[in-house]
């Protein structure tokens, strides 16, 4: 299902001439009403709308930092002076967890609101739901922008089962009693869930679901992962990705299984760069780089050249199932990266190449390093988890190192543990573990 084939199925190189518009009208906006960003514009010497130009000319204004945004939140401004519309005019306000000891709030008017359920539900149509299924959740709405998502199930004319985080018990009885066609939730968590199922000899492959949508954290496209995954539910395993800054459920998979599609069109922008220099990266096929995002009708708080930190892989490519838009791949988020002699490790891709030994690991790791920070000394602690039943060997822990190696050019210490040892979540994993870092973080 397409929601809105209009849009979604429009050729792609006709998407800027649609989008630029938008994008001069959000800037006469934030002049107007965005203390925070006139004052950035004109320090970086665009003092009008005017000067700041169109889209062909987004990349020679500065990028936007999630520090930067905090720093401008005190008692005074609690949302921060990015705010952009009177509080009159604000329905919804979601939160993000702070580091700072004062939260992110996320501001959403009625027409912000309205965007982000259009969007989240051309993101969850293209995993291949349809109108009338039942779908369980387990994302918490809470005060997490997660809310807005689940908005878009009904819209979609699905049944929406909510249960939440922490509920395995809940989520195992609604799946046998109330026979979803569909699941919800990270890619962790299924694991973890087919894990409970097997131990408790119930067969998760015989039961009404069909599709697992996973979002959250990336995994779900790894192909071993999907692979158990799909295995182990006997269901299709489709990725969603957002941002709360921006808006949830940005990028959807379809059934094709080839990268999530761009599913913000009209409300939002994206570019890719270099995530060391800043430098524009041209959106080709198989082009890499950091997501930037902007928005195009947003009110609340909009934001301009947001780095996400959100490391992608594009592909361009015409898809068969009609959507037109762009799909990513996420490779790892800067906020977990690694530098060990000078090498960026993303944690979800050592977990990536450990997965390629399935069936005698069981996909779970925890990456264990020996200084507090990012920069490390080789080689890098990997602590993986055997199959049930498989014994510790020297020959499997050699071939994983030298594959890691091999793929990632960075040397691992890999330690074969029994099934069962490491830690599960009922949301995000964890795989980076500081609690054995005693040593001082090396020089550059």
Not at 32 to 40: G, I, L, Q, V, Y
Not at 416 to 423: D, F
Request: hydrophobic share 40%.
């Amino acid at each position: 299902m397409i929601f809105e084939p209009e849009i979604e199925t429009r050729p792609w190189a006709e998407q800027r001439a649609h989008d630029d518009p938008l994008y001069r009208d959000q800037v006469r906006h934030l002049f107007a009403h965005s203390r925070f960003f006139r004052d950035k514009l004109t320090s970086a010497g665009f003092a009008t709308p005017e000067a700041v130009g169109g889209l062909d000319d987004i990349a020679a204004l500065p990028l936007t930092e999630k520090d930067e945004l905090r720093r401008s939140r005190s008692e005074a401004h609690p949302i921060g002076t990015h705010l952009a519309a009177p509080m009159e005019s604000v329905v919804r306000i979601f939160s993000t967890s702070g580091t700072t000891g004062i939260p992110s709030y996320i501001p959403l008017t009625a027409g912000d609101l309205e965007n982000w359920v259009r969007t989240s539900s051309r993101s969850y149509a293209a995993s291949g739901v349809e109108a009338g299924q039942r779908i369980v959740t387990t994302y918490n709405a809470g005060p997490f922008v997660a809310g807005a998502a689940l908005e878009a199930f009904p819209r979609l004319g699905l049944c929406h089962i909510p249960v939440g985080t922490g509920n395995t018990e809940r989520l195992l009885a609604a799946i046998q009693l109330l026979k979803p066609q569909a699941l919800a939730c990270t890619p962790s968590y299924a694991l973890h869930l087919a894990e409970v199922a097997q131990g408790r000899g119930l067969d998760l492959r015989a039961s009404s679901v069909e599709r697992i949508l996973v979002a959250g954290e990336p995994g779900g496209g790894e192909p071993a992962m999907r692979a158990k995954l799909q295995e182990a539910w006997n269901a299709r395993v489709t990725e969603a990705m957002g941002i709360g800054d921006i808006s949830v459920s940005l990028w959807g998979e379809c059934e094709h299984q080839q990268g999530m599609h761009f599913s913000g069109r009209g409300f939002v922008h994206f570019e890719l760069i270099d995530p060391d220099t800043g430098a524009a990266v041209p959106v080709t096929d198989g082009a890499r780089g950091e997501l930037v995002l902007t928005h195009l009708q947003h009110r609340g708080a909009p934001l301009l050249r947001f780095r996400t930190r959100d490391h992608v892989v594009i592909h361009t490519e015409p898809c068969a199932c009609g959507r037109t838009s762009p799909r990513v791949r996420c490779i790892g988020r800067t906020d977990d990266m690694l530098i060990v002699r000078g090498v960026n490790v993303f944690p979800s891709a050592v977990r990536e190449v450990v997965n390629r030994f399935q069936p005698a690991v069981t996909g779970v790791i925890s990456i264990r390093p020996k200084a507090k920070g990012v920069k490390q000394a080789p080689p890098l602690k990997v602590v993986v988890e055997l199959a049930e039943g498989t014994a510790a060997d020297d020959a499997l822990r050699e071939r994983i190192e030298h594959d890691i190696r091999a793929t990632l050019v960075v040397s691992a210490a890999v330690h074969l543990v029994p099934a069962g040892t490491l830690p599960r979540s009922e949301y995000k994993s964890k795989l980076l573990d500081f609690s054995e870092a005693t040593e001082p973080a090396p020089e550059a």
